[in-house]
């Protein structure tokens, strides 16, 4: 046991196994090796002014948190790699002054003790100390672009080693983006990190299923965000991972519409794009039903279609399979039923190849999930070839269906937003689709909903 305080984000919180410091400690390690000699300097986030002497909430970076889980503003990771390889925390000072006001800081010592680093400092040393750790190296590793004032301050201390050429002192020859490598090592989940995915979705799918059955005709969607919201606090989650999207009827035609500030109209549809974070890492549901508990006839035939456009999506996701695969599947479904309907005119061929059916499905099937909701990784390999899927991946597939009114739609159709999402984990012999308790069918939602 140690005696500083441990991080709320690095303790064991409930049964959920969460990852332990041997874990950071691994992939900092990891990332030694793949930067072979050279110097990574990775800041986490700053903290953001709201208004006036407010702040956001604080979140850190996901790149630094993956590497060090420190959750504390003001604090810089320094990997170096190389003959005499070491991994240095910058961090704020221990303040107890401060503490009164703004809540427990580890300082550099604790910091140091608790989460396994070979060396910290206060993070006003950071200027004075990093010419010497630059110094002579082959290869700087940082995420050039990600931030202008952290570029600048980068400019700065290779302008002064530059300077110092006479003396034998030279700058690193080379910046590499650091996030190339850490994307990689990202893509791939530990145990402990799907654990704590499980448990985010399992929060997020209890909070869809509170709003279905709290929602009816005449509600403001902004009051259904908040049952939304209830039950991620209620559960332990203090953050969405994304602004919640409560789309009624026509809204839901709006891919990115969060303003949630509609009344509820009977005979409408409902669309919810919602998720936790829970101790940095992100779920992903969106579920699609109806206002008044029951679909009408089109609404069936329209969520039917979106429900089998997933269900065969979901059928590519195994190891092995290429990541456009579900996406490919579920559009060849979404299109030939956009035919039937009559909303799009020729062959399945020929509507894939016009692009006729975007009017409609205008996005792709899904993305990487993970710290981040639409997490780190590459989609293509080098060669252009879309990457493989492994186990340990984790992403989400959700098809949709938008049909805004137009000339050549006929009215029975108009403002009919639909799109179903689950979050899967690739296995080794499949996949483990976590979100799966969210009523889904359209059996499982009315029976939900009667139940009110």
Not at 210 to 238: N, Q
Not at 309 to 329: I, K, L, S, T
Not at 371 to 381: R, S, T
Request: aromatic share 10%; glycine share 8%; with cysteine.
């Amino acid at each position: 046991m140690t005696k500083y305080e441990s991080s709320p984000w690095s303790a064991r919180t409930g049964l959920v196994e969460t990852v332990q410091i041997e874990e950071f400690k691994a992939r900092r390690q990891a990332l030694m090796q793949k930067m072979g000699h050279g110097v990574a300097v990775i800041p986490t986030a700053a903290e953001a002014v709201r208004n006036r002497d407010s702040h956001y909430p604080y979140r850190f970076d996901s790149y630094f948190y993956h590497l060090t889980g420190f959750d504390e503003p003001e604090a810089v990771v320094v990997i170096v790699a190389g003959d005499s390889p070491k991994s240095i925390l910058f961090c704020r000072d221990k303040d107890m002054e401060r503490e009164i006001w703004d809540g427990f800081r580890h300082g550099p010592a604790g910091a140091r003790e608790v989460f396994g680093f070979d060396e910290s400092y206060s993070v006003s040393e950071l200027d004075q100390r990093i010419g010497d750790l630059l110094a002579n190296q082959p290869q700087l590793f940082f995420a050039l672009g990600a931030d202008a004032a952290w570029d600048q301050r980068l400019g700065g201390w290779l302008k002064h080693l530059a300077s110092q050429a006479r003396s034998g002192i030279a700058a690193p020859a080379a910046i590499v983006d650091v996030r190339r490598l850490l994307d990689e090592m990202r893509l791939i989940k530990s145990p402990a990190e799907l654990a704590l995915m499980r448990e985010a979705a399992d929060i997020t799918v209890d909070a869809h299923k509170r709003a279905m059955r709290m929602t009816k005709a005449g509600m403001m969607e902004y009051e259904v965000e908040a049952e939304i919201l209830h039950e991620f606090y209620r559960r332990g989650s203090r953050a969405p991972a994304y602004t919640s999207i409560v789309a009624g009827g026509g809204n839901a035609c709006v891919l990115h519409y969060i303003t949630n500030q509609d009344r509820l109209k009977d005979g409408d549809l409902l669309l919810i794009d919602a998720g936790c974070e829970w101790q940095g890492y992100a779920a992903d549901i969106t579920r699609t039903f109806p206002v008044n508990g029951k679909f009408s006839a089109v609404q069936k035939d329209v969520y039917e279609l979106v429900l089998a456009a997933q269900d065969a999506a979901m059928a590519q996701v195994r190891p092995g399979q290429h990541w456009n695969a579900p996406h490919e599947a579920a559009l060849h479904v979404l299109a030939q039923g956009l035919i039937d309907f009559g909303l799009c005119q020729g062959s399945l061929d020929s509507v894939l190849e016009s692009g006729d059916y975007r009017r409609f499905y205008m996005h792709r099937t899904g993305h990487w999930l993970g710290l981040d909701v639409h997490d780190a990784g590459e989609y293509k390999q080098a060669d252009g070839a879309w990457r493989p899927l492994m186990p340990g991946m984790v992403l989400t597939v959700e098809p949709g269906c938008y049909i805004r009114p137009a000339d050549n739609v006929p009215e029975h159709f108009w403002n009919i937003g639909i799109r179903i999402e689950d979050n899967a984990v690739v296995t080794a012999d499949g996949h483990e689709i976590t979100t799966v308790a969210a009523p889904k069918t359209i059996q499982e939602i009315e029976d939900w909903m009667a139940a009110r």
